[in-house]
């Protein structure tokens, strides 16, 4: 089970995205170097039982948070 981004920064930058539960501890941190313009590509939510979580994306001159949905692992 993955999640699966597409995300355009304004500028190249490493790019922190964390999972965090409601309690808001962090459940998974990756980084990524994203090119400045459009980016795509995905990462592993495996680890993480269904539930409702927030994505938070944080770059050197951006900083945003989604919240998710993981329905169940299959």
């Known amino acids: ?43 592993s939510i495996e680890d993480i039982s269904a539930g409702i979580y927030l994505l938070k994306i944080s770059g050197n001159d951006f900083a945003l948070t989604r919240k998710i949905v993981k329905i169940s692992n299959f």
Do not use: C, R, W, Y
């Open 1 to 43: 089970q993955f999640i699966h981004l597409d995300i355009t920064v304004p500028n190249a930058s490493i790019t922190k995205f964390e999972i965090i539960n409601m309690n808001g501890k962090s459940l998974i941190v990756t980084e990524k170097k994203l090119k400045s313009g459009k980016n795509a590509f995905s990462f």
